[in-house]
């Protein structure tokens, strides 16, 4: 059985909700729905591009933790808030996967948890050997 390693960053919500930021089983990892919010704070108020940015850089932190790279993301879904700002967001996942090129999908939808927030990002990773 694989062992299942995974990463708790203390935000109230993964003991209420009952998740963790990111998970490795085995060589797979997956990051859970990632925004620009940390101790309560949004990072890039109203700036959808910083806030992607900020976004990647958690998630490239969080797979660092278990073994992982960004050159291992096969999939990023991402959430938006204003699908008219797909260039700003296209541009920052740009910056951070241009010569991966993951599968990569961006809907639309109706809010996230915070209405500051504008962005969410999740991805999946297979660990190279």
């Known amino acids: 059985m694989n062992e299942r390693m995974k ?20 060589d797979r990892v997956e990051v859970a729905g990632t925004t620009a919010m940390k101790d309560g704070q949004v990072f890039g108020d109203g700036d959808v591009y910083e806030q992607t940015r900020y976004i990647l850089t958690t998630i490239e932190e969080a797979l660092n933790k278990l073994g ?26 740009g910056e951070f996967f241009k010569d991966i090129q993951p599968v ?22 297979i660990v190279s050997k």
């Open 7 to 26: 990463i708790i960053t203390g935000s109230p919500w993964e003991s209420v909700v009952g998740y963790s930021r990111a998970i490795r089983v085995g």
């Open 68 to 93: 992982a790279n960004l050159t291992d993301v096969v999939r990023t879904r991402m959430f938006v808030t204003d699908i008219s700002k797909w260039e700003e967001i296209g541009k920052a996942h």
């Open 104 to 125: 990569a999908t961006m809907v639309e939808v109706n809010r996230l948890i915070d209405p500051r927030l504008l962005v969410e990002i999740e991805a999946e990773a």
